[in-house]
């Protein structure tokens, strides 16, 4: 075996061995949450632009069209499936995302709480949101 070959595969080995099992769920689950937003959105639009769905007034709301929505949630998608492959691999990039998306999670899901109380599932997604910042913030060391 190639000495480059290697020392990859025993760098590999040993980040999968540092690898907190907290961090493994976090990054599975955000792939898992990518690939539905990247076919949801890739096979939505390509649905809309053909015609075949009429989604209505869907999007009304954030004043888009359907088909940039859609285009919107692939890209989301394709951001966080790179987001898992960086967190499963523990790079620092993939930490600091995560902890900017985790605040902005905790900001939009408190205001949303904020304007409408009574959705208790809304403060349930606002402390699962506040544990996982913190868990991120506590396992920092693992990431390089």
Known sequence: MPAAMAATTATAQATKANRPLGVSIISILTGLVGALFLVVGVLGAVTVLAGLVN??????????????????LAVE????LALAVGLWRLNFWAWVVSIIFAVADVAVVAYNYATNTSQYSILAGLALMVIVLIYLVAVRQYFN
């Not at 998608?77 to 966080?80: D, E, R």
């Open 55 to 72: 989604v209505g007034d869907v999007f009304a709301p954030y004043k888009i069209s359907a088909t940039v929505g859609l285009t919107i």
């Open 77 to 80: 998608g394709a951001i966080y």
